[in-house]
C-alpha cells in the first residue's frame, strides 16, 4: 500500500553559492558558481518522501511572484498534491541564500515571507486530507502554533507525527508532546534541552522525552542517528560516501524517515532507510534536486 504522507511546511527559493571557505565577517571572497532552485524545509522533505514512492500533499503558502513558478515546477514535476497550497498575493515567496564551502559545510540565511502567513484556517480546511495520512511531518520555518496546530489535527486523527525543529529555536513542552517523533541535530537537541552542544546526546534526548510512547531521534551527520525512548536507546550508523553537499541531508532524513514509518517498518529499519536517504542526498549539489530516488535507496541498503 503506497505511504500517504502530509507535510505542512515552507517553501524557500535556494540561491547557493559555491566558495573555497564561507567569508568571515568584512570579508569579501570570490564564488566558484551560483545556483537558484528549490529549496525549504517543508518543500524538500515533501520531495524527498515523493521521490521515495509516497503519496504526499504539501500543505503551505508562496507567493504570486517569480520565485513561486519554481515551487510549483517541482512540485507538479513530483506528483504533489497541492490542493491546499496558497498563494499569497501581499507577500513574497520565501528565499534562502546558502553559502557552501568547497567540504560541504554550509551557512544558510532564510527569509521567509509568505511562510509566516499560513493560518489555522488553511489546516482546518485541510483537516479530512491530514485525517486520511499515515503521517504527518512539520518543521519550524513557519509560526510554531500553526506547527502545533498541524500536530494537533494529525493527533485528533490518529496519524503518526514527526515534528522536525529546525531551525533551532525553544520550543514550549505542550508542543513537544504532540509530536511522536521528534527528529533534531546536535545543535537543535541543544537549544530544545536548554543545554551546551557539548553535553551528552541522550541524557538531553531524555529530557525532552514527555511520554513513554515518544521517540527523540538526533541526527549525527557522518556518524549516523541515535535514538532515545523511555528505558532504550541505540546508534543506527550511516553510510560511508563522497560527500559533495550537505545543505539538504536533514530534510532527505526526515522525508526518508517519514516514508518507512508509513510503510510499517520497525524503528531500526526506518532509521537505516532514512541514514540511506540522506547519504545519497550529500553526493550531489542542491537540495531539492539532490533527493534520491526509491530505488537508489533500496540498492544502497542492499549492498551494505
Known amino acids: 500500500m503506497t505511504a500517504k504522507i502530509v507535510v505542512v511546511g515552507s517553501f524557500n527559493v535556494d540561491l547557493t553559492s559555491y566558495m573555497e571557505r564561507i567569508p568571515v ?13 528549490p529549496g525549504g524545509k517543508g518543500s524538500n522533505q515533501a520531495v524527498a518522501a515523493a521521490r521515495l514512492g509516497a503519496d504526499v500533499t504539501f500543505i503551505g503558502r508562496i507567493g504570486q511572484d517569480v ?15 497541492l490542493d491546499y497550497l496558497v498563494q499569497d498575493p501581499d507577500h513574497a515567496t520565501g528565499v534562502a541564500p546558502i553559502f557552501v564551502e568547497n567540504s560541504g559545510e554550509n551557512s544558510i540565511v532564510v527569509v521567509l515571507g509568505a511562510n509566516l502567513t499560513l493560518t489555522t484556517a488553511d489546516l482546518d480546511a485541510a483537516a ?9 511531518v512539520t518543521q519550524l520555518e513557519i509560526k510554531d502554533e500553526i ?3 498541524a ?7 490518529g496519524v503518526t507525527t514527526i515534528l522536525n525543529p529546525a531551525p533551532a529555536r525553544p520550543l514550549p513542552p505542550a508542543m513537544l508532546t504532540l509530536a511522536d517523533y521528534l527528529t533534531p541535530n546536535e545543535t537543535e537537541l541543544a537549544t530544545l534541552a536548554g543545554r551546551a552542544v557539548t553535553d551528552d546526546v541522550i541524557e538531553m534526548a531524555r529530557a525532552l522525552l514527555t511520554s513513554d510512547q515518544q521517540t527523540v531521534i538526533t541526527t549525527l551527520g557522518s556518524v549516523g542517528a541515535r535514538y532515545v525512548q523511555a528505558g532504550k536507546t541505540a546508534l543506527v550508523p550511516t553510510y560511508p560516501v563522497d560527500v559533495v553537499d550537505t545543505t539538504g541531508a536533514g530534510d ?18 526506518a532509521l537505516a532507510f532514512a541514514n540511506a536517504t540522506a547519504a545519497l542526498c550529500v553526493t550531489k549539489p542542491g ?6 530516488d526509491r530505488r537508489t535507496v533500496d540498492e544502497l541498503l542492499q549492498t551494505q
Open 25 to 37: 565577517p568584512g570579508e569579501t571572497v570570490m564564488g566558484d558558481r551560483f545556483v537558484t532552485g
Open 151 to 157: 500536530l494537533k489535527l494529525a493527533r485528533d486523527h
Open 128 to 136: 479530512e486530507r491530514i485525517a486520511q495520512a499515515d503521517v504527518l
Open 147 to 149: 506547527a502545533a496546530h
Open 67 to 81: 520565485f513561486a513558478s519554481i515551487a510549483l515546477t517541482i512540485w507538479q514535476n513530483e506528483n504533489i498534491n
Open 287 to 292: 537540495t531539492a534536486p539532490s533527493m534520491p
Open 252 to 269: 532527505a532524513f526526515n522525508g526518508g524517515l517519514a516514508v518507512a514509518l508509513a510503510e510499517g517498518k520497525s524503528l531500526d529499519e
